[in-house]
Each structure stands twice: as structure tokens, then as C-alpha cells.
């Protein structure tokens, strides 16, 4: 989920332009030409999608490091991500690809790979050679495919479950970890001046289907099975809507709520509990000028809220197995047309010395999902904790977040689902979220427009016809 605030609006570029403009990004920025007379001994290409001015010039100060280190040049290309997939496909079939691809979700790796487009020997040998057990089980194995490791994955970002803490502990309330504990808890602190809980129900928008998501998989929910078999009109998944609409129509802020109400309702202290992603930590910590709390105690003491919110990861259903959250886990991975060695040796890099100051560019969005080196198992965990967040006035976690609160947070990649990826189906979920069938579903039920059951099965009608076009 990338930030609304921050995503520009932009027309249609044509394949020729794309190709230009990415040229462009591979021209000294300073506008002189190599002299021809003088080669590189090593020289790579890599791209990245998150393009921001202040990350594009932190990343190009690690690659600095890195060349100052090896002798590998780096040319570091931002490719906008709403624009990846088109310059992804023109370049392989134009044969141009990179060498290093970073920045990249769970389903752009596995659509790399089912094009042929990744070296799976080599992200496998730059994971095996610094440490195979300092990585997340949980973030390897979605980045497998059996044997074959489609990408090294760098960090993590989730959707959580924030809650008051002061309101939970002054009722006698447990930690909101289960369906039961979130039905509890709504219920109790749900007033005509604070809602119980606030989640997103808004038709067409991705930020309702990951909401719904996160707590869909906590029951045990899945959107598609192994067999390529749509299974949302699944006990489990008709129970999480039933369970999404009785909590948002009983507990909830009235009408429609998305991605900016949702935020809004709890930073101005009326609710108790809000499903958002950890991509609101420097928010809530009011290191933002543009969002900031505004709860009656957030005027003078500005840290109020972050002091005072707990956060869950993975929660659980009544036919869940295991907690479970939707998250997802970003990576880079090898081109099968790379350099190979100073490929290898750039991600080798960025994993490992040059790790925290990757982490550091946005704390908030990449939590680790290596917590150490084999000779110091927790050396990133710990500089994470300490990492300054935040556009503006930067400070480090660990003075807005009690140590409960950052050990839920690094224990969160453990916990991450995807719908359809691990079933090799990333690809109908990138599919889904241009019609957004099951955000609709959830709209409907939650406004009293269909039944459960009954909105299940449209959803999983069209997630089908999706499906089938895609065959």
C-alpha cells in the first residue's frame, strides 16, 4: 500500500517515452559524457521503485560506499512503480534488462520469475552465503517457489491493529488478539463520543480489500487455493465478513470509511481501536506536519498517543490455525541477464554492511526481516529500534514506542500472509485490485446492501472470470 498523500497523478506514457525517460535516468546526473578511453572494471545497473528525491539520494550514498569498498559502479535508475510493470516487460523483451532489480512486492517477484526473468541460483547463493538462519522463515518461504529462491528479501511492512492501551487497561481489557478480544473490546468502549473500533468499508479501493484481508486471514480465509481454485465463498471467509460487518455496524463510525477517515477517527481520539498499517508510526508520533493527532491530550503533549498505543500483528480467528496479518515483504533479486559477480556482490552488500543505513532511509515502511549477522544475531533488530523516522523533525522509535510495542513490530514479518502467494497466484491478486471485487463485497455487507454468504459468492463470481481471463 503506497501512501495516497504521496502518489501523483499522471497520464498515460507510451512505451517510447517510458524507454526515454529511463535513459534519461541513466545520464550522469551532472550532464558530461564517459570519456570513452577510460573503462570500468565492473559496472552495474539497478533499479529501485521507491523514487522520493530524499531515498533515491540515501540509496545513491550507499552505492558510493559501496564502490569507495569493491570497484563496482552502480548506476541506480528509479523506475515510478505505477509505471514498473510496462518498462519491466519492454526492457526484457527489448533484452535490456537490469542487473538488480530492488524495492519489489511479493507479486511483481513471482510475475518476474513466471516470465523467466529472475536467477534463482544466485539469490539462493547470496542467502546461503550470509546466513540462511538470519533471515524471517516466514519471509523466505514466500519468496520461494519449492527449491527455487525467487528473490532476497530486505523488509517488511503490515497492516497492525492499534489500540488505546490507557482505555484497554483502565476496563480490565485483554490485549485484542482475537476475534473474541476485538467483539469485546468494541463493545465496551463504544460510546456516542468514541467508536470501538474504525476499519476501512469504502467500494474501489485496495486499502478496504487489505484491511478486510488482515482480518480474513486471521480466520483461516484464503482467496484462492493451490489448484488455481477461487475459495471465497469459503466458511471461513464468509464467516470474517460476518465478522467485519457486525464489528463496524455496531462499533463504528457511521457510513463509509477509507484509508483517511479510518486514520482520522483514531488520531483524533475517537476510536478505541483502528486497522492501518505500520506505515502510520511516524504519523502518530507527530513527526509529520502534514498528519498529525489531534486528540484533546495530543494539543499539549504531542506524543500522547503513540505513548499510549498498543499494537497487534497477527490475530486469530475461531477456524484460523495460527495468527495470521496481511503485510507484505519487499525484496531485490537478480536479473537472469545480470553481471553475475558484482551483481551478487551488490545485494550481498546491501544486506548486510551497508543493512541498517538501507533500513534507516524509512524505518516506519522496512522493518527488518533479518534481525542479524550469523556473528551478531540481533546487530539490526537493535539499530532498527534506535533508527530516527519521519520527513521532518526525525527521531528514533524507541522515544514514542515502548520496547512491547517494537518487539509486536519485528516479531510481525513472522505473521505476514499474502493472499495467493504462496498458492503461486500472486498474479490474480494484482488482477483483483483493478476490479476490487471482494472491497465491494465488504461495502455491501457492511452497508446492509447483501448478506454475507451472498456477497461471498459475487465476489468469488468475478474473481473467477478474472481468473479465467488470465488463462
Not at 565492473?42 to 570497484?71: C, N, Q, Y
Amino acid at each position: 500500500m503506497n501512501r495516497t498523500r504521496r502518489r501523483a497523478k499522471t497520464a498515460f506514457v507510451s512505451v517510447v517515452s517510458l524507454a526515454a525517460a529511463l535513459v534519461a535516468g541513466c545520464t550522469p546526473s551532472d550532464g558530461q559524457q564517459p570519456d570513452p578511453g577510460v573503462t570500468e572494471p565492473h559496472a552495474i545497473t539497478v533499479w529501485i521503485t521507491d523514487t522520493l528525491p530524499d531515498r533515491m539520494a540515501k540509496s545513491r550514498a550507499i552505492i558510493e560506499r559501496f564502490r569507495a569498498d569493491t570497484g563496482v559502479s552502480v548506476d541506480l535508475v528509479g523506475v515510478p512503480a505505477h509505471r514498473f510493470n510496462q518498462i519491466v516487460t519492454s526492457s526484457a523483451a527489448s533484452g535490456n534488462l537490469p542487473d538488480v532489480i530492488g524495492s519489489i512486492s511479493l507479486g511483481q517477484v513471482r510475475t518476474f520469475a513466471a516470465n523467466g526473468l529472475v536467477d534463482t541460483d544466485v539469490n539462493a547463493s547470496i542467502i546461503l552465503a550470509l546466513g540462511e538462519h538470519t533471515w524471517s522463515p516466514r519471509a523466505l518461504e514466500l519468496t520461494r517457489e519449492g527449491s527455487q529462491q525467487l528473490s532476497v528479501p530486505d523488509s517488511s511492512w503490515q497492516h497492525l491493529l492499534y489500540y488505546r492501551k490507557d482505555l484497554f487497561d483502565r476496563a480490565g481489557l485483554a490485549v485484542p488478539k482475537t476475534y473474541a478480544d476485538i467483539m469485546a473490546a468494541a463493545k465496551t468502549l463504544d460510546t456516542p463520543q468514541m467508536a470501538g473500533i474504525v476499519a476501512a468499508n469504502k467500494a474501489g479501493q485496495a486499502f478496504t480489500q487489505q484491511s478486510f484481508e488482515h482480518i480474513a486471514q486471521a480466520n483461516g480465509c484464503e482467496m484462492v487455493n493451490a489448484k488455481d481454485g477461487i475459495t471465497f465463498e469459503s466458511p471461513q471467509c464468509v464467516a470474517a465478513l460476518t465478522f467485519y460487518r457486525d464489528m463496524l455496524k455496531s462499533y463504528s463510525v457511521p457510513g463509509v470509511q477509507d484509508i483517511d477517515t479510518v486514520r482520522n477517527a483514531y488520531f483524533s481520539g475517537k476510536a478505541a481501536m483502528a486497522v492501518w498499517p505500520t506505515l502510520m508510526l511516524d504519523e502518530l508520533a507527530g513527526l509529520r506536519t502534514d498528519v498529525k493527532p489531534s486528540c484533546p491530550e495530543c494539543i499539549a503533549d504531542p506524543g500522547f498517543l503513540a505513548r499510549n498505543t498498543g499494537v497487534v500483528a497477527g490475530l486469530h480467528g475461531p477456524d484460523g490455525k495460527q495468527p495470521a496479518q496481511f503485510g507484505e515483504i519487499t525484496s531485490w533479486t537478480v536479473t537472469n541477464d545480470s553481471d553475475t559477480d558484482p551483481a551478487r556482490q551488490f545485494v550481498e552488500y546491501v544486506m548486510s554492511d551497508a543493512y541498517a543505513d538501507w533500513l534507516a532511509i524509512a524505518p516506519e515502511e522496512r522493518l527488518p526481516v533479518r534481525a542479524g549477522s550469523a556473528g551478531k544475531p540481533a546487530e539490526y533488530s537493535a539499530a532498527w529500534k534506535t533508527m530516527p523516522m519521519g520527513p521532518g523533525t526525525k527521531e528514533p522509535l524507541g522515544k514514542f514506542y515502548s520496547q512491547d510495542v517494537l518487539s509486536v513490530l519485528l516479531q510481525g514479518p513472522e505473521e505476514v500472509g499474502h493472499w495467493g502467494i504462496i498458492q503461486g497466484r500472486g498474479d490474480l491478486v494484482g488482477a483483483s485490485l483493478a476490479e476490487l471485487p471482494i472491497a465491494k463485497a465488504v461495502s455491501d455487507v457492511t452497508a446492509g446492501r447483501a448478506d454475507p454468504k451472498a456477497a461471498a459468492h459475487r465476489a468469488a463470481v468475478s474473481l473467477r472470470s478474472i481468473l479465467g481471463s488470465m488463462r
